[in-house]
């Protein structure tokens, strides 16, 4: 742990004033155990919660007149390597060597380097947010099907359509007009909710409706014992989004950099994968999927 100078103090406030309202906490000469029972002291840990998972950015600070060499940063490896730390930000008033530079890049993300001033201008709440996503469930429910016979039409009631089967013009069945429905409308949803996010990112709705239209002349819908050719089929749909944070877990296996995490909603198990291209800084998103629900990670 360094002195408590000047600029350690400065950099700690700035920490708090710009963390706060985010709920993480800052913590001073915090003390974590390691995977040997080993305790071991962190200049400032950076420690939120999310989702039930603990989030960690550890500071480790340098006030020395000279840049700081390879050694240190060989030193917060060997240090880090067995704390459940997601990223390990490194400090230095002197700024780096170029060794030391070079070992930080063929950290993968592993570790940071900043100066001083660098540290004191630096986005600390994009820098936690970098370590969670939020996995987006989305929930469609047919509220409502119209359909546009070719001849006669069979004249249902608007439950009764929902019911009735559908048929492809082979003869295969596609379910009823509700499932239909609710299949088109998660497809379609997937685009809209997209465009939603890249347009309204920090107003996101939670429900909405909208309508689909189809043009399809090889379905039929059968009731009871007759079926009709239909040319086209209206949709009025509830779209529900739901946002679940997830944390992140940072990898290093051999020399490809992996990000996992997991979330429990009910009794499905939802988990994220991402593996990074060698030059490519570590995404803030994925992709996952489980039974009829579609999941997007952002």
Not at 68 to 76: A, G, H, R, S
Not at 206 to 216: A, N
Not at 218 to 239: F, G
Request: aromatic content about 4%.
């Amino acid at each position: 742990m360094p002195k408590r100078t000047n600029p350690y103090q400065e950099l700690v406030f700035k920490l708090e004033s710009a963390l706060a309202p985010t709920g993480a906490r800052v913590v001073q000469s915090a003390l974590l155990t390691d995977r040997s029972g080993t305790q071991r002291e962190v200049d400032v840990l950076i420690e939120g919660d999310v989702g039930g998972h603990s989030l960690r950015i550890a500071v480790e600070c340098r006030t020395e007149s000279r840049p700081q060499d390879v050694t240190w940063v060989d030193e917060l490896l060997g240090k880090y390597a067995g704390l459940d730390v997601q990223r390990v930000v490194a400090v230095s008033r002197s700024g780096f060597s170029r060794s030391a530079l070079s070992a930080i890049e063929s950290s993968r993300g592993r570790i940071t380097a900043l100066t001083f001033n660098d540290a004191l201008v630096h986005d600390w709440r994009k820098e936690v947010a970098g370590l969670v996503v939020a996995l987006t469930v989305v929930t469609v429910q047919a509220l409502e099907a119209t359909v546009v016979y070719a001849g006669d039409a069979l004249g249902l009631s608007r439950d009764e359509l929902m019911r009735a089967e559908l048929e492809a013009g082979s003869g295969r069945p596609s379910g009823s007009v509700k499932q239909f429905a609710e299949q088109q409308g998660r497809a379609a949803s997937n685009d809209l909710v997209a465009t939603l996010f890249r347009t309204h990112p920090d107003s996101l709705p939670t429900e909405f409706s909208f309508c689909v239209q189809i043009t399809d002349d090889s379905l039929l819908v059968r009731h009871l014992t007759e079926a009709r050719a239909i040319v086209e089929v209206r949709l009025r749909l509830t779209v529900r989004v739901d946002l679940h944070p997830v944390a992140l877990q940072r990898h290093l296996y051999r020399d490809t950099r992996v990000t996992t995490g997991e979330v429990s909603l009910g009794t499905q198990k939802y988990e994220i994968s991402l593996v990074h291209a060698k030059r490519d800084r570590p995404p803030l998103g994925g992709c996952a999927t489980h039974g009829e629900t579609n999941s997007t990670a952002r």
